[in-house]
T-cell receptor, first 118, second 113 residues
Framework: DAGVIQSPRHEVTEMGQEVTLRCKPISGHNSLFWYRQTMMRGLELLIYFNNNVPIDDSGMPEDRFSAKMPNASFSTLKIQPSEPRDSAVYFCASSLGGQGGYSNQPQHFGDGTRLSIL | DAKTTQPTSMDCAEGRAANLPCNHSTISGNEYVYWYRQIHSQGPQYIIH???NNETNEMASLIITEDRKSSTLILPHATLRDTAVYYC??????????????FGTGTRLTIIP
């Protein structure tokens, strides 16, 4: 079975450029999560969606970051303009989430996008 | 979600059982214990989760104490590929709108040849 697919795997760009990270969740999963990992702060949740609707974006660092989920099989995380402090590994995860009831289903992660802003 | 405490690092000989402890003394009755691991440069990998009964799957076993204040992840026959950072996370079996995982610093497990 295909897992969570992220692209690109690596991205190097100059400060000020727009960066778009992409994620395809596991088919049938209805919750999608974007995380960021750095040495200093570890793994942090940025935003998550349930049934394509953003539920909690309190982890999004600032207005330069935006995320969309136009359909159940695709999501993007965009940074515009990018800054060197945005350099990190960005992970996407998906799960079969709750729909008004309880869910204990685990999240499954992609292999991440390693982003370097020069 | 309840806070967890794990040792910073552990070593285990190849072929032996690796036992990774986790304390979660403030766990609530509806909170599950999840274990993930992260091998260098890869995304976190789900291992196992449980509520109060012991659980086993093809990767590992999870032993939860009767008072649920601590648990142990057991890798029965550790291999070099099990070298990774292991995270113990406690999370409520949540309803809609509160599904995030909070990762701590985990245990760095090194399998020794």
């Amino acid at each position: 079975d295909a897992g969570v697919i992220q692209s690109p795997r690596h991205e190097v760009t100059e400060m000020g450029q727009e960066v778009t990270l992409r994620c395809k969740p596991i088919s049938g999963h209805n919750s999608l999560f974007w995380y960021r990992q750095t040495m200093m702060r570890g793994l942090e949740l940025l935003i998550y969606f349930n049934n394509n609707v953003p539920i909690d974006d309190s982890g999004m660092p600032e207005d330069r970051f935006s995320a969309k989920m136009p359909n159940a099989s695709f999501s993007t995380l965009k940074i515009q303009p990018s800054e060197p402090r945005d350099s990190a590994v960005y992970f996407c995860a998906s799960s079969l989430g709750g729909q008004g009831g309880y869910s204990n289903q685990p999240q499954h992660f992609g292999d991440g996008t390693r982003l370097s802003i020069l | 979600d309840a806070k967890t405490t794990q040792p910073t690092s552990m070593d285990c000989a190849e072929g032996r059982a690796a036992n990774l402890p986790c304390n979660h003394s403030t766990i609530s009755g509806n909170e599950y214990v999840y274990w993930y691991r992260q091998i260098h440069s890869q995304g976190p990998q789900y291992i196992i989760h449980g509520l109060k009964n012991n659980e086993t799957n093809e990767m590992a076993s999870l032993i939860i104490t009767e008072d649920r204040k601590s648990s142990t992840l057991i890798l029965p026959h550790a291999t070099l590929r099990d070298t990774a950072v292991y995270y113990c996370i406690v999370r409520v079996a949540t309803n809609f709108g509160n599904e995030k995982l909070t990762f701590g610093t985990g245990t760095r497990l090194t399998i020794i040849p």
